[in-house]
């Protein structure tokens, strides 16, 4: 439970290709080497931390093999899904709908057409300071942040939006204009290992049956993504 979210998701692949398209054409490779590499740098270095007693003992029970039958597996497949339906679908649509009013109203509870203005655009301009030392600092960075802990997917929708980007080349320009390349690659190293979405944080308190523990766990998470990229910020500025 502590060392799965360290790995990078499916989800935040179209994060790696945006930025890594806009930003590093020619160090591609290189550049997602380096985040892959850096959550199994850290993966390896908390499990060690976190040894356990080598003497406890291992027991794996074996199923029972038996032939495939379609109808056990499609009625098996459509409980699952369900379950997985009712239980996480409804946290993400609860806090989808949370950030699209934050993304439309004011304090006034008035529509906004200029995301600045919204409610999220201004929480997201106080929260600069707090970011600005780990080199995220522009208001829509930090509102896709926020927007990401319901799924990393909608980080790239988020800035899409708030960069008022309706294609492939205004969405390029509109990053180009927010951040460099040294933002960039803060950005997508703090993405890669900050606190994970609604839906791992609902399975890990389902697992660990405990909300101090998974508030612990979140919160430290995104403590080492905050050092981390706060280090990685300050090298890059001084190589500058």
């Given amino acids: 439970i502590r060392l799965i979210p360290m790995i990078s998701c499916s989800a935040k692949i179209p994060i790696y290709n945006l930025f890594v398209f806009v930003f590093f054409k020619e160090k591609a490779g290189f550049v997602f080497l380096f985040i892959y590499g850096l959550g199994l740098f850290l993966l390896i270095i908390v499990s060690l931390l976190n040894k356990e007693d080598e003497n406890i003992p291992y027991v794996l029970e074996l199923p029972v093999y038996r032939f495939l039958s379609w109808h056990s597996l499609l009625k098996n497949m459509i409980l699952k899904s369900k379950e997985f339906i009712k239980k996480v679908t409804g946290l993400v649509f609860l806090f989808s709908m949370i950030i699209w009013f934050l993304e439309h109203f004011n304090l006034s509870l008035q529509w906004v057409d200029d995301y600045q203005m919204s409610l999220l655009g201004q929480l997201c301009q106080r929260l600069i300071f707090i970011f600005k030392p780990i080199g995220i600092d522009d208001y829509r960075l930090i509102a896709a942040l926020i927007a990401g802990i319901s799924g990393k997917e909608l980080i790239v929708t988020t800035l899409s939006l708030l960069t008022q980007s309706y294609h492939d080349f205004t969405i390029h320009s509109g990053l180009l204009s927010i951040c460099s390349s040294l933002n960039a690659l803060c950005f997508l190293v703090f993405v890669s290992l900050y606190c994970p979405c609604i839906v791992a944080i609902?399975?890990?308190?389902?697992?660990?049956?405990?909300?101090?523990?998974?508030?612990?766990?979140?919160?430290?998470?995104?403590?080492?993504?905050?050092?981390?990229t706060m280090i990685i910020y300050m090298l890059g500025s001084m190589l500058k």
Wanted: hydrophobic share 50%; net charge positive.
């Fill in 202 to 228: 609902a399975t890990m308190k389902k697992e660990l049956k405990s909300t101090k523990d998974t508030i612990f766990l979140v919160v430290f998470q995104t403590v080492m993504a905050y050092t981390l």
